[in-house]
Structure formats: C-alpha cells, structure tokens
DNA sequence: CTGTTATTGGACACGATGTATGGAACTGGT
DNA sequence: ACCAGTTCCATACATCGTGTCCAATAACAG
C-alpha cells in the first residue's frame, strides 16, 4: 500500500485550506465544522473520520508547520558555536512569507492562544539551548539569565514578524526588517535610535 | 441615583472572577455560560442581564485591565521627553503580580488572542508615540524604523513578563527582571552573553 | 415604607456537535 | 479491465450550549 490514499491527501488538504481561510475572515471561534467541510466540499461526516474536532485539525496544522520550520532551520544552527549570523531570523521570515496564511492564524493567537504558546515555547527553547551551548564553548556565563535572554529575542522577533507579515502591501523588503531585527538585538537601542544616547562603557 | 446598584456591583465581580478562574482552570473555549454562573452562583438568566455573550463579559475585563494599566502609567511617561528611566516597565511588572490571573489568562492568548492583540498593540501605539516625540525633542532621526523598534521592546517586555508571571514559584525577583530587560533592551546582547562580542564600535 | 430595579427558575426554539448507518464512488494492484 | 478494500456521501439521531422571554420574588435607594 502507498504511504497514504490520494484521497485522503485531497481532503486533508482541503479541510486545511478551508479552515485556515476561514479562521483568517472570521475567526476560530466562529467558525463551525459545518463551514470547513462546506468550504473544502465534503461531507461533514468526512471531517470525523480524519480529525476528533476542529480542535485536532487545527493542532495538526500547527505541528506540521512546526516541524517544517525545524527542519529549514536545522542545517542552519547545528555550526552555531561560532559568532551570530543571523541566518536563522532570515529563514524564518522567509518560511513565514511563503506560508503568510497559516503564519498569520497562528500569530494572530487564534485557537484560544495554544498554537502561538506552542510555537514560541518551542523557539524559545531550541534559542535557549543555542545560548547555553555557546556560553559553554567560550567557557562564559552570561551577565543575563539565559531564559530571560532568549524569551526576550524570541519575544522581539515574533512581535516583529506579527507586524510584518499582517501589513499589506509589505511596508519593507525581508532583508531590511530581519537586519533591523538583529542590529537592534545585538547593540541594543542606544546605537539604534539616536536619543537613548551611547551605552556607558563606549 | 448611586453610580450602581450595590447587587449589579457584586454580580459583576462575581462573573469575572468566575470567568478568569475557570479560563485557568480548563481554557476559555472550555468554558461555558453556565459555567461561569455555576461558579458564580448566580443564575443563567442574570448573566444575559449583564453581558450579551461569553466575549462581551471578557472584553470587558481585558478593556478595564488596560484602563487600569495606562492610569497607573500615565504620571510615568508624561515627563518622558527627558532620558529612559524603565520606571513603566517596572510598573507594568508590578500591575501585573497585582493581578496575577487576569494577566495569565490575557497573556496567554485566551480568547482566540483578541486581547493578547488588543493589549500589545496598545502597549506598542504608546510606545511607539513616545519614541516619536523624544526623537523630535532631540531632533534626530532613528537609524531603525520607529515602528519596528516600539513592536520589537513591546515584543520583549511581554515575552519576558509572560515568562515571568507563569513561573510559580517565581523564578527571579521582580526587580531583576525588569533590570534585565531594560540593560537587555539598551545595550543589546552584545554585552549581555559574553559570546557575542563588543559591538563594533567599542 | 415605597417605588424601582435586580435576580430567579423555568420554558422555548435554534444551531452545532459527535456518532452511526448503508450504499455509492474511488483507489491501488493484479 | 477487473476486484477487493477504502474512502466518501447523505441522512438521521441524541445531546448540549445558546440567547431570549416571562412572571414571581428579593433586594435596593431614598
């Protein structure tokens, strides 16, 4: 047997499409498993034989792209001993770009916040592990708690990411954006908007 | 007239807190009506008295929550032409183990995040106007967009306080934190990890 | 004490949920 | 081209939460 039936790919993604463009006009609490399947064109009846509730599609949408982003990401930090290139900020952009829909849902904490908990939990720690694995390769300890650290970077970029993807049409190129984002983050805003002055040790 | 029938008073307190408990407890999309007048001990009939919906009652919570925020805030930032002392942020924190559960809930994103988008975009038009009026009291020009700059700080503040406020028992004291993140936030990680170097300048 | 207002329990129609059918349509493999 | 296996469909059903309405009772302010 094939890995899965073609039909079943068709109505899954078709209750995937339905549900993330729904949520995006009305959103998740008001819209019924009766608007999905009516949306996708199925039968209610076949909604329940592929997910418990609207709950599950939506959870499995979110892992899914979870994993997607992790993989992307993945060959990207496994060199990151070494200094800050920023590369993953930019794929991450790049992936929320190509997948503006879903990114947009899931920001936009629809499902009673979960998928956005979800996804920054899981970035904070992947960032978190990064942050200790290279205090330890250059035998430091940072002045600042690491949690505290990569909650606060995670906090930035998805903040900015949020604003980024749900302006229409793109107030600012990919690069720009994710350059601002790390510029800032790495030298702070005394350097970044002119008034907060130079930082006292320069 | 009084400004409110002493029993309009009790009933409303009574909803609310019946509503932010059992957010906690199972999650507002969990929660039901009847719920919350169970838990209130008050009958169906007088929450409809009150509230049109679920949504109304919570948006009224959220609404006065912000309300209370900015009052606590305003005398802080409106001598803020001068330098950046982090004394909002530092109130924001406290506001916050004040009203511990509404917080938790609002931060977590209940409510398919409508007031987790309400209270940071709120916090982020704030933020941003006081960037843009301390940049013309001095006359430059920020080499990093205002927006993205408000979006990024707002970002962190509520990443790290939602962090913070989730930890029980409490992982750090309130003053660490909010000094953290202001040294965080102003001199960047540069000088923050250890590992990431000087910036350039220095 | 009195007129006003809030609360109550009960009833109601409605919409959405989740489950269970048997038959029709499609699939992958021979 | 065919067949066995599966997926999809239309339909029906019991259940639950919603939002509205009502008349009786209780609590309020002055």
Known sequence: MAAEDRRV???????????????????YGAVTVE???????????????HYTDKDDLFGQIVADL???LNERLRPLVTDS??????KPVLEMFRHAAEERDVY????????????LREFMDDRSEVVARIFRKRA??????????????????????????????????PVLPLEDVTHMLLDLS???????????GPPPGA
Do not use: C, M
């Open 35 to 49: 608007d999905i399947t009516e949306r996708a064109d199925l039968s209610r009846a076949t909604f329940y034989g």
């Open 9 to 27: 790919r068709r109505t899954k993604r078709l209750l995937r499409d339905a549900l993330v463009a729904l949520v995006l006009e009305r959103g």
């Open 66 to 68: 979870i994993a997607e």
């Open 81 to 86: 001993s070494a200094g800050f290139t920023g």
């Open 104 to 115: 947009r849902v899931i920001l936009r904490g629809e499902g009673d916040g979960r998928a």
């Open 186 to 196: 790495l030298r702070g805003r005394y350097w970044a908007n002119g008034f907060d």
């Open 136 to 169: 330890d390769a250059h035998g430091v300890t940072p002045r600042i708690d690491v949690d505290v650290l990569a909650r606060a970077w995670v906090g930035e970029q998805i903040s900015v990411l949020r604003w980024w993807i749900e302006s229409d049409p």
